[in-house]
């Protein structure tokens, strides 16, 4: 039964997790107190300029540039893209690997974060509200596996404190 109750917590910490990620990721332009649908069925969203709708298909590109470039950008922008896309993922794996009736391998945590991932990009690229870049899902699942990690250790330190 204890199981079941923390698990429901999870369950719970994780839709609260995915609704941020929307709004982080997808609805990070759109004004705060607009819900998508109303925006989308507004009689102004074909009047939006939408200089998005892209996607970048070349792998570690828009990474390159960020590391070439990053003293013309600015802090923020290299920060909030490249840790930005990493962080965000962290708490993905995190939550994945903490339920305790379900254990959910490391390959399926990573190939989950990568489905979530690549559904986000796909709603950047179907609303114009973001650029969709194979780079953000590379940073996604490795914030994935990070999230992964960190659990897998906090675990093995817990089991040793207990064994002792």
Known sequence: ????????????????????????????H?????????LVHSSIWHLLPRPYGQFNFVPFDTIKLYMNNYHL???N????????NVGLFVPIGMLLK????????????????????????????ISGL??????DLILNVSGVVLGIVIVNIFTKNHLKNQDK
């Open 1 to 28: 039964m204890k199981d079941i109750k923390h698990d429901i917590v999870i369950v719970i910490l994780t839709l609260v997790y995915l609704l941020i990620l929307m709004k982080a990721i997808v609805l990070k």
């Open 30 to 38: 759109a004004a705060f107190g607009i819900f998508y649908e109303e």
């Open 73 to 75: 950008l600015s802090r």
């Open 77 to 84: 922008i290299v920060i909030g893209n490249l840790i930005g």
């Open 98 to 125: 903490s339920f305790k009736s379900i254990k959910i391998s490391n390959l399926n945590v990573i190939l989950l974060g990568l489905l979530l991932s690549i559904t986000l990009e796909i709603l950047q690229y």
């Open 130 to 135: 973001g650029i969709a870049d194979v780079d």
